[in-house]
């Protein structure tokens, strides 16, 4: 069997990193209508009253599901990562340095990680001029979610106690 061309390894380990950043966005936006669903689902049990009880199920069903894309988000997170390093080596082997020892205009990915190291040098107390990546807002949202959820189970849960104890 013949050893791959340069050109073929290029596509291989680009193809890959293509479907998995894809993987990545696709499986974020999927937790996004789910939470979608779960939030419309807590909002419309709250109405009535027969259905208050399962609006502290609906309400876990948040962090349950936050928990379970971040998991599969680290996931995807390791496959980008692994296609970057894969390219980035890629870069060094086939591009050219540029003057004085700079890193080419043509190694897009490691000039991408001295750029990002650069910009994450620079913080501010004003926290929107600061550098993040997308595992920094997908975690975010990821934990807000998470936190809304069992607020939201607890809120639940004391309106039924309040509601029976008024009963008592």
Known sequence: MDSPTQAEIWNHVWQYFVLHAQQRLTTFNFYIIVSTVAVS???ASLREASARPASIIVG???PFFSFVFWKL???NRQLVKNAEDAL???EKWHTCSGAEGQISELALFRRDDKAVGLARQRTSFWSWRNHYSYSDCFNLVFGVFAICGVLAALYSAL???LSLHRYC
């Open 88 to 90: 980035r080596s890629l």
């Open 159 to 161: 309106r039924i106690l």
């Open 60 to 62: 876990l069903f948040l």
């Open 73 to 75: 988000d680290c996931r």
């Open 41 to 43: 689902g807590y909002i």
